[in-house]
């Protein structure tokens, strides 16, 4: 049993909690950073610790877990209700838990030195919040370098009246994998860099996993034919771009980073870390197909996955090269886009670049986070970035705590193409505290690519 805030304790399931007044969600000291009504649909706990990481085909390595699970415990929601998180740090430095993707507020977005403190070594913080909107998330650490272990695991928050009709669902998590502690990496595009399609400042990783398992030790995925089979594609990486196929089969696109659109079939897509589509995939041609990701800006083996009917035995059949490939431009929000009409009230041009020659850094308008200014925004103002990228690789762009319009869609990671690519997005300012904006390859972040939105 676990001690927490307002000294009660707490069952697995809702309803379990005990009589006494609660202090509301916060550290177990009762020093808590905000206390909203109401008691949790559903309740969880995450527990970090080191641990064994079994990926498959006789491969383990020691990283850290949670639940001693790799990936973390999928947690599932409805959209609406009110979730509790407890959260207990068995590691030896300090961590935190974000929940990507979902705006919540701001003292539950998990973010250290900008929404809480971390969490101490053996000590408990206490996440809750309301869901507000449905989705395919994932949570992960937010301290340093730790996302890079095993501290990820995919949050699903169901819709209470999909827009797509679907017979059964899975969720595949891609990631990028290293036997060691992860270690800095050059940044500023690297001394000298290779000028070629690879980024110096990604590691050399040992491999790429789906669902935690190696290409030689693939996830089956059981469909019978005439099902419609709803994939949950989330980039868990920390450095990889992936691009995703299935042998056999055509991919009809539902959502964007957890937020629909009209469907768009395609038999490829490509993302970035911290981005999630949806794919239904029509079973109409039993057999066992191959599932592939292939690292875009690597040379790992594809990490791979087996699409397989009831009926069907023998070898994994791959996809095929050529294809109709998702653009940014294919998606088309279901939602009424109107907020994000009309002219901002405010617009940030910022450039992303690469300090090559000297201290290393990933800047944000020639500045390095933490050394950054912060980026004012009031309450209510539609606001526009415009981002140019003057460095040789691509940057996935994360903003916290809200989702932007890019294009026709809603999402809240965007890719920014390398060499002068462009991107503009906008949100409204409806959901005031300090949010952080970066790039969601980690050794970027780490290298400084990130500012704070801060509402004045
Ligand atoms: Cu998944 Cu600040 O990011
Ligand atoms: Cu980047």
Known sequence: MLRIAGGGVVGTLAGCTSLQPRAGPGYDDGSAPNAPPGRPDREYRLRTTPGTADVGGGGAYRTWLYNDQFPGPELRALEGERLRVTVTNGLSEGTTVHWHGIPLPNPMDGVPDVTQPA??????????????????????????????????????????????????????????????????????????????????????????????????????????????????????????????????????????????????????FEFGSGERYDAIVTADDPGTWEIQAVAIDGTE???????????????????????????????????????????????????????????????????????????????????????????????????????????????????????MGTVTFDFVADNPGDWLFHCHNLYHLEAGMARVFEYR
């Not at 996830?219 to 299935?246: H, K, M």
């Not at 990933?362 to 415009?386: F, K, N, T």
């Open 119 to 268: 969490i101490e070594p053996d000590r408990s913080f206490e996440y809750e919040y309301q869901v507000p909107v449905s989705g395919t998330y994932f949570y992960h650490s937010h301290v340093g370098l730790q996302p890079d272990r095993g501290l990820y695991g995919p949050l699903i928050v169901e819709e209470r009246e999909p827009h797509v009709d679907y017979d059964r669902e899975y969720t595949l998590m891609l990631d990028d994998y290293l036997p060691d502690a992860p270690r800095p990496t050059p940044g500023g595009g690297g001394m000298g860099g290779h000028g070629g399609m690879n980024d110096p400042d990604r590691p050399e990783y040992t491999g790429l996993l789906l669902n935690g398992r190696r290409p030689s030790a693939p996830p089956i995925f059981d469909v019978r034919e005439s099902e419609r089979v709803r994939l949950r594609f989330v980039n868990a990486s920390s450095a990889t771009t992936f691009g995703v196929r299935i042998g056999g089969h055509p991919l009809s696109i539902t959502h964007a980073d957890g937020q629909p659109v009209e469907p768009v079939t395609v038999d490829a």
């Open 301 to 419: 083996r594809p990490a791979r996955g087996i699409l397989r009917y009831d009926t069907a035995d023998g070898p994994p059949v791959p996809p095929e090269r050529p294809g109709t490939v998702l653009g940014y431009e294919d998606l088309r929000s279901t939602r009424s886009l109107d907020r994000f009409s009309g002219s901002p009230d405010r617009t940030f041009d910022l450039s992303l670049s690469g300090n090559m020659m000297g201290s290393g850094a990933w800047l944000i308008d020639g500045q390095a986070y933490p050394r950054a200014d912060p980026l004012p925004i009031s309450e209510g103002e539609h606001v526009r970035v415009r981002l140019t990228n003057r460095s040789p690789m691509l940057h996935p762009m994360h903003l916290h705590g809200h989702f932007f319009r890019v294009g026709d869609a809603l999402k809240d990671t965007v890719v920014v193409p390398a060499r």
